[in-house]
């Protein structure tokens, strides 16, 4: 634990307090970051919590030690770490392995890059041997290029292990994406990735192998006019995801979008919020 973060922090007043643990009997889910409250009353509140419809979700600052955030996924909470909050990723590892007494999840997005370990680099053996303790991987290539290969056999590892690695690509489609799919990876992309001619048929054929291996594609649709590429991807089982209503009521279209927004994305797909590509 970060003790000078620790030291001088003051405690919950009790209104606060009785503020949070209001909210734990309302049918919704909790959000909460480990530092709005101290520990004991945020393992006091996942204790409270026993509404199994919905998810107790905190977000790791790095405020709390690994034994802390032990006990608060044992008794329930998912965790949403990153490797901005917690570069040690060994601790991932007790962490995920106490987290299966709770049934609860922890996932661990990385936005650094992927090296050999050194200084300001995330060693991908490591990061293997947290998938393999049961933790869910999300891997972005916003700031970093990625070895799309490298990728795919973490993913298959995390598959091995009954977990997932759900990776957010930014550009233009890659080939070697198959790989990754082919290996139980989720992709998530937007349609600008599909603007080149020859992705409108490697998109349907990632599709496909993503979801012969237990996993899919999550199209983000920010506005492209390709319906007839939109059709080809929702009827190959694609999740599509979209902020504004595509069409108007009297499009007929309209049936293929209650197709789309019937399709339920499992939370273990993306990281805290459906719309957002880390």
Not at 21 to 48: C, E, H, M, N, W
Not at 202 to 219: F, K, M, P, Q
């Amino acid at each position: 634990m970060d003790n000078e973060k620790q030291e001088g922090r003051e405690p919950v007043p009790p209104e606060k307090a009785y503020a949070l643990f209001s909210l734990l009997g309302k049918k919704q889910p909790i959000t909460l970051r480990d530092d709005q409250y101290d520990f004991a009353t945020l393992l006091d509140a996942v204790r409270r919590f026993r509404d199994r419809r919905y998810r107790f979700r905190l977000i790791d600052t790095g405020l709390l030690d690994p034994f802390q955030l032990e006990w608060i996924v044992g008794n329930g909470a998912d965790l949403y770490s990153s490797d901005e909050a917690r570069t040690q990723v060994h601790d991932l590892e007790f962490i995920s392995a106490a987290s299966k007494k709770g049934n609860a999840f922890v996932f661990y997005l990385i936005n650094g890059d992927l090296g050999n370990g050194g200084e300001g680099d995330m060693a991908v053996p490591d990061l293997i041997n947290v998938g393999k303790c049961g933790a869910y991987l999300h891997l972005t290539n916003r700031q970093h290029p990625r070895d799309i290969l490298q990728v795919a056999r973490l993913a298959y590892q995390c598959v091995q292990s009954r977990s997932w690695l759900v990776f957010y690509h930014h550009g233009p489609l890659e080939e070697s994406l198959l790989a990754l799919a082919r290996n139980g990876g989720w992709i998530h992309l937007t349609d600008k990735s599909l603007e080149e001619e020859n992705s409108k048929v490697l998109i349907r054929d990632i599709v496909l192998s993503a979801r012969s291996a237990g996993s899919n594609v999550v199209l983000h649709w920010e506005g492209g006019e390709d319906f007839v590429l939109l059709n080809d991807i929702v009827k190959a089982g694609a999740v599509v995801l979209f902020k504004s209503p595509l069409f108007d009521y009297k499009s007929p279209l309209k049936e293929l979008e209650k197709g789309i927004r019937r399709k339920r994305l499992d939370f273990r797909a993306y990281y805290l919020y459906p719309s957002v590509m880390p």
